[in-house]
């Protein structure tokens, strides 16, 4: 790598990363005082669904290669390591086109200057693969087996964003990287998305132990998130204390299934394949769901401004000032 030999080549997510999409949010729900809650906008439920699902389904493709019921031969399942909101690109694509009146040759709406912005959904990506990585053959030697060590990252306050098996290695209690590591991803996404702000720490329990007279994060080592039997994760977990108030207006099913990708066990937590069961369950009770879920007006997401490049547009290059 170092030498340069390897390139990856991506298509351009033109609605950017979800970190930025999500900014203004962020910037309202941090400095939120409690009176003006009902003033302030929250991120559509719907769209949260949407995300998770999307994640989830690309978890399954890692770790299967295929979303189909037969296995790929000699597939190594592939974990991702880094899923956090700058690692998320939002794809602005042409929704595909539905058999309607719309869609018939010679209609009003016909070609790409004349779509509906409601023809437009955004597709959301998992990208930088960074820190992925694949279980090597240690059959013939088992004493090299690399994971978890290998894969372990520096002891500091903001890699309490990881899963707790990342970031933390305890000889005796140390617990392989795996799909559930990945899935503790998917919460983490979850969590920011339903407290609509972008917390360095990562996800934290809300009026339960303090630690240096801040939140306790849900992936530091701490008796409080060890204890398996009683883990309060319903009353300390996504429960919208005035410091993370935006949390109070999302369904209980939601936050029910964000709570169970961050469990500290991974063992504890659903499989991808459980956590897309779990979404298409309620997307199956809640019809009304699917429809505004992609929907990137109605999701108000903040997108960059690239329309001088749009696909078959003019270009209109201007001499640089100065
Ligand atoms: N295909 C793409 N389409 C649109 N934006 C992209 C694309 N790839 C990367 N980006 C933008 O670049 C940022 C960094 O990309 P990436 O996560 O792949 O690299 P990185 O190694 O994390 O870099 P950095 O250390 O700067 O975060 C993303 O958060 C996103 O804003
Ligand atoms: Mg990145």
């Not at 290669?65 to 694509?93: R, S, Y």
Request: with cysteine; net charge negative.
């Amino acid at each position: 790598m170092s030498k340069r030999r390897f390139r990856l080549y991506a298509d351009f997510a033109t609605g950017g990363a979800m970190d930025s999409a999500i900014l203004k949010y962020h910037l309202g729900w941090h400095t939120i005082v409690d009176e003006r809650i009902p003033l302030q906008g929250i991120l559509p439920e719907a769209f949260i669904w949407y995300v998770i699902r999307a994640l989830a389904t690309a978890l399954i493709v890692l770790q299967h290669g295929t979303l189909g019921d037969e296995a790929v031969t000699d597939w190594k399942p592939i974990m991702h390591l880094d899923i956090q909101p700058a690692n998320i690109l939002l794809d602005v694509q042409n929704r595909k086109r539905r058999r309607s009146e719309d869609d018939a040759p010679g209609s009003a709406l016909e070609g790409p200057s004349k779509r509906r912005k409601t023809d437009r959904e955004v597709i959301p990506q998992l990208a930088d693969f960074g820190l992925s990585f694949f279980d090597l053959d240690f059959s013939h030697g088992p004493e090299l087996d690399e994971n978890p060590q290998d894969h372990i990252l520096p002891d500091s306050d903001s890699n309490t964003r990881y899963a707790p098996e990342h970031q933390i290695f305890v000889d005796e209690n140390s617990q392989r990287l795996d799909e559930k590591t990945d899935v503790w991803g998917i919460g983490r996404i979850a969590w920011t998305l339903i407290v609509n702000r972008l917390n360095q720490e990562g996800p934290v329990r809300e009026g339960g132990p303090l630690v240096e007279g801040r939140a306790l994060p849900l992936s530091q080592i701490h008796d409080a998130n060890m204890e398996m039997v009683q883990d309060r994760y319903d009353q300390e977990v996504l429960v919208g204390s005035d410091a993370w108030p935006a949390a109070r207006r999302y369904s209980e099913e939601l936050k029910t299934l964000v709570r169970d990708c961050l469990k500290y066990f991974k063992d504890n937590r659903p499989s991808a394949k459980e956590v897309l069961r779990r979404v298409d369950r309620h997307l199956d009770a809640n019809p009304g769901l699917r429809e505004e879920m992609a929907d990137p007006h109605g999701t108000l997401l903040e997108f960059p401004d690239d329309g001088a490049f749009e696909i078959g547009d003019q270009l209109i290059a201007h001499r640089p000032s100065g």
